[in-house]
C-alpha cells in the first residue's frame, strides 16, 4: 500500500486483496485523517496505481502512474484524467518533478524507459536512457524510482529494477549508468 498526504487529505492507494475490503482497488482519499475514505473518480476499479507525485509548488495538482499509462488531478485526488500520450497503455512505475522548473516532468516506465515532458504533462518524449531490454527473473527491468537532484536540478537519477542506476547531468538529455559501490 502506498499512502502520501496533499494540502491535508491523505491519499492511499489499495490493492488488490481478498482480506475484507471487497475490491478496494485504486486510489482512495480521506479528508479527515482516515477516518472515512472515497474512491477517487476517474479510474477503474481495477486500475492498478504505482506512483502519486504531488506537484512541488501546486498541491491541487497530483500525478499517477498507473498499470494503463499516466493521469493527472487537477483538484487535489478528488479526480484523475488519464493524460493521452506516447505513456498509455504503458506500466508507469515512477514520477518526478524538476524542483526549480515543475512544468518538467519526468516518468519511467516497464519496459524500463524514461520520459519527458517539458510543458506540464501534456507532451512527452521517451529519453535515450537505456535499459536492458530483459532482465533474469523479471523478464522487462522497471525503472521503480525516478529523483532530480534538489540541489542541481539538472541531475535525473533512474533506479531501475535489476538493470542498476542511470544518471543524467544535463536535465535528461543523455544518460549513463552509473557503476555499484
Given at each position: 500500500m502506498?499512502?502520501?498526504?496533499?494540502?491535508?487529505?491523505?491519499?492511499?492507494?489499495q490493492?488488490?486483496?481478498?482480506?475484507?475490503?471487497?475490491?478496494?482497488?485504486g486510489?482512495?482519499?480521506?479528508?479527515d485523517?482516515?477516518e472515512?475514505?472515497?474512491r477517487?473518480?476517474?479510474?477503474?476499479?481495477?486500475?492498478?496505481?504505482f506512483?502519486?507525485?504531488?506537484?512541488?509548488?501546486?498541491?491541487?495538482?497530483i500525478?499517477?502512474?498507473?498499470?494503463?499509462?499516466?493521469?493527472r488531478s487537477?483538484?487535489?485526488g478528488?479526480?484523475?484524467?488519464?493524460?493521452?500520450?506516447?505513456?498509455?497503455?504503458?506500466?508507469i512505475?515512477?514520477v518526478?518533478?524538476?524542483?526549480?522548473?515543475?512544468?518538467?516532468i519526468?516518468?519511467?516506465s516497464?519496459?524500463?524507459?524514461?520520459?519527458r515532458?517539458?510543458?506540464?504533462?501534456?507532451?512527452?518524449e521517451?529519453?535515450?536512457?537505456?535499459?536492458?531490454?530483459?532482465?533474469?527473473?523479471?523478464?522487462?527491468?522497471r525503472?521503480l524510482?525516478?529523483?532530480?537532484?534538489?540541489?542541481?536540478?539538472?541531475?535525473?537519477?533512474?533506479?531501475?529494477?535489476v538493470?542498476?542506476?542511470?544518471?543524467?547531468?544535463?536535465?535528461g538529455?543523455?544518460?549513463?549508468?552509473?557503476?555499484?559501490l
Amino acid at each position: 500500500m502506498l499512502s502520501t498526504c496533499f494540502q491535508g487529505r491523505t491519499c492511499d492507494v489499495q490493492e488488490l486483496h481478498d482480506d475484507g475490503r471487497n475490491g478496494r482497488t485504486g486510489i482512495w482519499i480521506s479528508g479527515d485523517g482516515g477516518e472515512s475514505w472515497n474512491r477517487c473518480k476517474g479510474m477503474w476499479n481495477e486500475t492498478q496505481v504505482f506512483a502519486l507525485t504531488p506537484h512541488p509548488q501546486n498541491p491541487k495538482v497530483i500525478f499517477a502512474g498507473a498499470h494503463d499509462g499516466i493521469y493527472r488531478s487537477d483538484d487535489g485526488g478528488a479526480t484523475f484524467e488519464p493524460i493521452a500520450s506516447p505513456l498509455s497503455g504503458k506500466a508507469i512505475w515512477s514520477v518526478a518533478f524538476d524542483p526549480v522548473q515543475p512544468d518538467t516532468i519526468f516518468a519511467g516506465s516497464r519496459p524500463g524507459a524514461v520520459f519527458r515532458s517539458r510543458d506540464g504533462g501534456r507532451m512527452w518524449e521517451q529519453l535515450n536512457a537505456q535499459f536492458a531490454p530483459e532482465c533474469p527473473n523479471v523478464r522487462f527491468p522497471r525503472v521503480l524510482s525516478m529523483a532530480v537532484d534538489p540541489t542541481d536540478h539538472q541531475v535525473v537519477w533512474a533506479g531501475a529494477e535489476v538493470d542498476g542506476v542511470r544518471r543524467s547531468l544535463d536535465g535528461g538529455q543523455t544518460w549513463e549508468t552509473t557503476e555499484p559501490l
